[in-house]
């Protein structure tokens, strides 16, 4: 038994190490320090030296010793400085709004004005299906590797398969009757759990939330926040109106002339997003998390689907033969000692 | 203790060498810490400002008042509760994205790797609910590791206000938390799908 405590410790496993660049950044604020540090002393002496002129020579010797001192710290300093920005090279590319297609493919300027695509949005709203279902192959890059996760969303029902270096990972889902179950592949393990069990979900839809909220809608494990076309196309609405989404031309993305819209510079969360002009659904979502270490971006390419019986049944997970269950947080706290 | 062997044979860090273990010893642990509260991109400034701020005052630390990382981490403390709103952001941000993570090739360790990213975005939303006070005694002692004499000190109260701060924050996480199932590790009953409201400043 676990208690809250634990809980944050574990979570907090996920917090990332300093980069290279932070230690380097640490180091050059230290030797600034040092550096200030050392400047005052000097001038603490000279002033003591014009206000007690006795004592020459051990004078003499404290400023022999301490121009050294200082021009080591300067020294310091630099290679502090140096580092940084070697680190700074060193990392990814961090452009804010790196997108695919590449940002030198836009086939123009905005087509379509806000207000204009507000009216359209709306349009799209009321004649949006209440059920259609999402999937999505979400494609996650960082300086550490690719990942993918294929998701699947039909209103409270959601899957999601995860896998690295094409091998699965682990597969999660909230079936029909609000049964979570997990497998997870790498202990050969899985877990079934009855009731309502979702991550938090977006409660706000106003300016200040909405780019970040369309976001976590494609974010492996939270479709369970509803990613119903009408969802969709809701928040969509809100964020050009905002002006949070601004449209940025059109491209082809899968066969469709669809509408580049991209998130403002302010936001957190660097989006681009291409919505199907007929609809106003998106097809395909670029996610550039800049405030992370390391940067990460994701692409979701995402199809609408109907409602079939063999689609329905993708959103099932399958409990692979020969694996073991277990009590989920027992048996990982108790395998973590 | 590993933390003091770090300083100076008086403990103390006045000495460029003893500063400079301490800084190697301690600045991921409280770069970490600020990094779990307004995000990495501050936390590279505020981690930062901690080192450059300690070396200045470090002739002011006295071991006799308590252990140098409760010192250290009193000041990055400091330092945060100057950005309020970038922490606010951080838990509306968690609380919305479920966070990449590497997993590690242990079988176990993988699994508690999922779990975590699993249960982050609720317990942003149970962080979230909490007072800034509480927040503050919670993470010093779950992340940060310090004791309830090291609270005290890093945040310049008694002992036993420390202690009691802490429990009632530990209380208030719990009924944050609500139908959280301790020992399975999921939320079970109606109504838990949603993030709550966070309360005002």
């Known amino acids: ?337 | 203790m590993k933390a003091e062997r770090s300083a100076g044979e008086d403990g103390r860090i006045v000495s460029p060498a003893a500063f400079e273990a301490a800084f190697r010893l301690h600045y991921a642990p409280v770069y970490r810490f600020i990094a779990g509260r307004v995000g990495p991109a501050l936390a590279e400034d505020l981690a930062a400002e901690t080192f450059a701020t300690a070396y200045r005052r470090r002739a002011s630390f006295d071991p006799a008042q308590g252990s140098l990382r409760a010192w250290l981490f009193g000041i990055a403390v400091n330092l945060v509760r100057g950005h309020w709103r970038a922490e606010q952001h951080q838990l509306q941000l968690d609380a919305r994205l479920v966070p990449e993570t590497e997993l590690p090739d242990d079988a176990d360790a993988a699994d508690r790797r999922v779990a975590a990213a699993w249960l982050a975005p609720r317990l942003a939303v149970a962080l979230g609910q909490v007072t800034r006070d509480q927040r503050e005694v919670l993470l010093l002692h779950a992340w940060a590791g310090l004791s309830h004499a090291e609270i005290a000190a890093a945040l310049q109260i008694a002992p036993g206000t420390a202690w009691s701060r802490l429990s009632r924050a530990r209380a208030a996480l719990r009924e944050s938390l609500g139908d959280f199932d301790f020992d399975l590790w999921v939320f079970s009953g109606p109504g838990t799908g949603q993030a709550r409201e966070e309360p005002r400043p």
């Not at chain 1, 580092?83 to 590319?93: F, Q, S, W």
């Not at chain 1, 087509?111 to 949006?128: E, F, I, P, Q």
């Not at chain 1, 409660?203 to 119903?228: I, Y």
């Open chain 1, 1 to 337: 038994m676990t208690d809250e405590i634990e809980l944050l410790r574990i979570v907090s496993e996920l917090i990332p190490e300093p980069t290279t660049e932070a230690w380097a950044r640490a180091t050059a604020a230290i030797a600034a320090a040092k550096e200030a540090d050392l400047a005052h002393q000097d001038t603490e002496r000279y002033t003591a030296d014009r206000l007690v002129p006795t004592g020459l020579s051990r004078r003499t010797a404290r400023r022999r010793g301490g121009a050294p001192r200082r021009t080591m710290a300067v020294a310091s300093a630099a290679l502090a400085a140096a580092a940084v920005a070697a680190a700074a090279v060193a990392l990814p590319g961090t452009s804010h709004h790196s997108g695919v297609p590449g940002p030198g493919q836009s086939s123009g300027p905005p087509a379509v004005d806000t207000a204009y695509l507000v009216h359209r949005v709306d349009g799209a709203l009321s004649a949006a299906e209440p059920a259609e279902i999402a999937r999505m192959t979400v494609t996650t890059s960082t300086v550490l590797g690719t990942s993918t996760a294929e998701e699947w969303s039909y209103g409270k029902r959601w899957r999601v398969m995860f896998s690295r270096a094409g091998k699965p990972v682990f597969d999660v889902g909230v079936g029909s009757s609000s049964v979570l179950t997990m497998v997870f592949y790498s202990s050969q393990t899985w877990l079934r759990k009855r009731g309502q069990v979702s991550p938090a979900a977006p409660k706000q839809h106003g300016c200040e939330r909405v780019t970040t909220a369309l976001s976590m809608l494609f974010f492996p494990g939270m479709p369970g926040a509803d990613a119903s076309p009408a969802t969709v196309v809701s928040l969509l609405r809100t964020a050009i109106s905002c002006g949070t989404l601004t449209v940025a031309g059109h491209q082809r993305v899968d066969g469709i002339d669809a509408i580049k819209l991209t998130s403002s510079r302010r936001s957190p969360v660097a989006e681009t997003i291409w919505v199907d002009p007929a609809t106003y659904l998106p097809v395909r979502l670029v996610v550039c998390h800049t405030a992370s270490a390391p940067v990460y971006q994701r692409t979701a390419n995402i199809s609408w689907l109907h409602p079939t019986a063999r689609n329905k049944a993708e959103l099932t997970v399958p409990i692979p033969a020969g694996f073991r269950q277990v009590r989920f947080g027992t048996a990982v706290i108790q395998g973590s000692r």
